[in-house]
C-alpha cells in the first residue's frame, strides 16, 4: 500500500503517526491531532 494512502486513511480514522504515538507514550499525554503539545 501506498504511503500517501496509508496517510490518507490515518488521518480519516483519526490515528496518529508510530512517532507521535510513542512520545505521546513517554510523555504519558493523549493524542492531540496535529498539535503534540496539547
Same mark, same amino acid.
Given at each position: 500500500?501506498?504511503?500517501?494512502?496509508? /496517510?490518507?486513511?490515518?488521518? &480519516?480514522?483519526?490515528? *496518529?503517526?508510530?512517532?507521535?504515538?510513542?512520545?505521546? /507514550?513517554?510523555?504519558?499525554?493523549? *493524542? &492531540?491531532?496535529?498539535? *503534540?503539545?496539547?
Amino acid at each position: 500500500v501506498a504511503r500517501r494512502t496509508v /496517510t490518507k486513511y490515518r488521518k &480519516a480514522l483519526g490515528i *496518529p503517526s508510530s512517532r507521535q504515538r510513542r512520545d505521546w /507514550t513517554l510523555n504519558g499525554k493523549k *493524542p &492531540a491531532d496535529d498539535d *503534540p503539545d496539547e
